[in-house]
């Protein structure tokens, strides 16, 4: 009884917020409901046909592959290597640690707009710079082919602090003696020790920092509504960005549905392999 | 890893790391440069830093007056706090319950609080968004609240921690009379304290940066918080006035940085651990 009185609050607002909305969800993508209309009527896997047999939806799939391909190894290298240097020496880590750390936490939307600046063809610092080194310069927001890799390089930028922090983690729980033994057995060079233990002893961190990774970029949305619209054409569309361009701004309802549980799909199998990954490591420790 | 750098190696990690960090702050040096710089000077095809004519009270002034700038950071204020208040007077409690007392469905709630962590909130905001619209609160404060007052999160960690406490406490606490709430009140939120913060700060910077749900919830200009609010910004702007725009920006992202940069150690604790999850 008690317990019910401290528990319920939450409770109640998890089914009505949570499971009665994801349900809901999955009950839509089967049916013909078009949002304000009085009735439905069930139509099987109608909508997911549809859906995969779109060309933008293909498109976009796709996009989100290649965004997450890229932006995953990009942050995932790049964190590694941050957080082993700042975790080499003893001077200055703190201020290092949060300079990579900013654009985690900065509001992306504005971030965007400063990216935008940065990008812009003629007064833009990159497109100024590449001109001074004689490096081809292009519109990069605008171009098919430049503008998904300029977005995942973005994502890269905004995500790096963030598996950085979690390598210097990692980092820390390694024991010192591991590397005393290492020392002993002649490896006291500094990159005998980073291929002997370091790396090593990283491995299930890393495998967990992938899927991570892998979470945020699958999500990413703020600097493609900002910066592209998805364009152009279909270029930079992203499953985020086409979820909510279906359900939203061409109200499609049933087809929006169908984009949601694909994408709920792809991000609980990611999970699943992250609850692996946890696993893993609790039992290799 | 090793601390003993030959002086070579400490000045190449040196090095590397200030290269790499002054790549990873361009963007805001661009943005806060813009930010100071007459019209006639950001169109000009060379860059310096630092204007030759100083305009950053121009650029600033009209920011905070020709869009509602002030009043978007003051959605942001509210909708946050409202946010965290209610995500922790729900999930405090039924923390308690899950961590202390023992009742039967007490896994199964646990279970639930697992799946609702699962979910990507983006999944459930057409089911929310109707929900919002047939109880007749889109485009108010309550649109940009509703979805967001339990945290399965917060339900989480905050189970976590209270399981650390030991019973004894409990015990001598309700010796001394304490009700229940009294407990979670009195007695595990303030033993709970840095992983209250730690939440606290995931939940702050996740809003307050959130543009999905904002975009979804609400159409009025007098409702948006910062991130939907400076895209309507750029959009007026049509992208010729830079100066005001990335005044503007440097105005949205200042109080997160700032905050960050006095309490570090703590944002990194509690968006490393609410990231997670």
Same mark, same amino acid.
């Given at each position: ?27 839509? $993508? ?7 209309? @009085?009735?439905f ?19 976009? &799939? ?18 590694l ?14 201020? =290092? ?67 950085m922090v ?24 500094? &990159?005998?020790? &980073?291929?002997?233990?370091?790396? @090593? ?39 985020? =960005?086409? &979820? =909510?361009?279906? $359900?939203f ?37 | 890893?090793?601390?003993?750098? #030959?002086?070579?190696a ?5 090095? /590397? ?11 805001? *040096?661009?943005?806060? #440069? ?20 100083? +305009?950053? *009270? ?12 002030? !009043?978007?950071?003051? %959605? ?19 923390? +308690?319950?899950?961590?202390?007392l023992?009742?039967?469905? !007490? ?25 919002? +619209?047939?109880?007749?609160?889109l %485009?108010? +404060? ?31 606490a ?12 009195? *007695? ?11 939440? #606290?700060?995931?939940? /702050? ?14 159409r009025?200009? #007098?409702?948006?918080p ?8 750029? %959009? ?21 940085? *700032? ?19």
């Amino acid at each position: 009884m008690l317990a019910c009185a401290l528990a319920g609050p939450a409770v109640l607002l998890l089914f009505s917020l949570f499971f009665v909305p994801v349900i809901a969800v999955f009950v839509i $993508s089967l049916t013909d409901w078009q949002f304000g209309a @009085p009735t439905f009527a069930f139509v099987g896997i109608a909508n997911f046909r549809e859906v995969l047999a779109d060309e933008g939806f293909r498109a976009s &799939l796709l996009n989100t592959i290649v965004y997450v391909l890229i932006v995953v190894p990009g942050t995932v290298i790049l964190g590694l290597a941050i957080a082993v240097l700042i975790e080499s020496g003893r001077s200055l880590r703190a201020l =290092y640690r949060a300079l990579h750390f900013l654009p985690f936490m900065a509001t992306i939307a504005a971030m965007a707009i400063a990216w935008e600046a940065l990008l812009h063809p003629t007064i833009g610092l990159v497109n100024q710079t590449f001109l001074a080194m004689g490096l081809p310069t292009a519109n990069w927001l605008r171009d098919e082919v430049t503008a998904l890799p300029v977005l995942a390089i973005i994502g890269i930028w905004q995500n790096l602090g963030f598996a950085m922090v979690l390598f210097l983690a990692g980092l820390k729980s390694i024991p010192r003696d591991l590397y005393d033994a290492a020392e002993i057995d002649g490896a006291d060079r500094w &990159l005998d020790r &980073l291929c002997t233990v370091t790396l @090593p002893m990283l491995n299930p961190v890393s495998m967990f920092v992938v899927i991570v990774v892998a979470l945020r970029a699958f999500e990413a949305f703020d600097t493609i509504k900002v910066l592209t619209q998805g364009g152009p054409g279909h270029a930079s569309d992203v499953l985020l =960005y086409t &979820l =909510y361009r279906e $359900s939203f701004e061409y109200l499609r309802t049933g087809y929006g549905a169908s984009v949601a549980v694909i994408f709920l799909a792809i991000v609980v199998a990611l999970t699943l392999i992250q609850a692996r990954a946890m696993d893993k490591r609790v039992h290799y420790q | 890893m090793s601390v003993r750098l #030959s002086p070579t190696a400490a000045i190449m990690r040196h090095g /590397v790391l200030l290269i790499t960090a002054a790549v990873v702050l361009v963007p805001f *040096v661009w943005m806060v #440069s813009l930010s100071l710089k007459p019209p006639g000077e950001i169109f000009r095809q060379h860059f310096s830093f630092l204007p030759e004519q100083w +305009y950053a *009270v121009q650029n600033y002034s009209k920011a905070l007056t020709s869009a509602p700038l002030p !009043r978007y950071m003051g %959605n942001g204020v509210l909708v946050c706090a409202a946010i965290l208040t209610l995500q922790i007077l729900i999930c405090a409690p039924c923390a +308690y319950a899950l961590a202390k007392l023992r009742f039967r469905g !007490r896994d199964l709630i646990f279970g639930f609080v697992l799946i609702g962590l699962l979910l990507p909130h983006q999944v459930l905001s057409l089911p929310l968004f109707v929900l919002g +619209y047939e109880l007749g609160i889109l %485009n108010t +404060y309550a649109a940009l609240i509703f979805p967001f007052v339990v945290s399965p999160f917060g339900i989480f960690l905050f189970r976590q921690v209270f399981k650390t406490i030991p019973d004894d406490v409990v015990h001598a606490a309700r010796l001394d009379g304490l009700s229940e709430l009294g407990i979670v009140w009195k *007695v595990m939120v303030p033993m709970a304290l840095p992983a209250v913060i730690a939440f #606290s700060i995931f939940s /702050v910077v996740g809003h307050w940066n959130d543009l999905f749900w904002p975009l979804i919830a609400v159409r009025s200009e #007098s409702l948006m918080p910062p991130p939907l609010g400076i895209i309507a910004f750029a %959009n007026e702007q049509a992208g010729n006035d830079y100066g005001p725009l990335m005044a503007a920006a440097t105005i949205v992202v200042l109080p997160l940085v *700032v905050a960050f940069l006095a309490a570090q150690k703590w944002f990194v604790e509690g968006m490393t651990g609410g990231a997670v999850k």
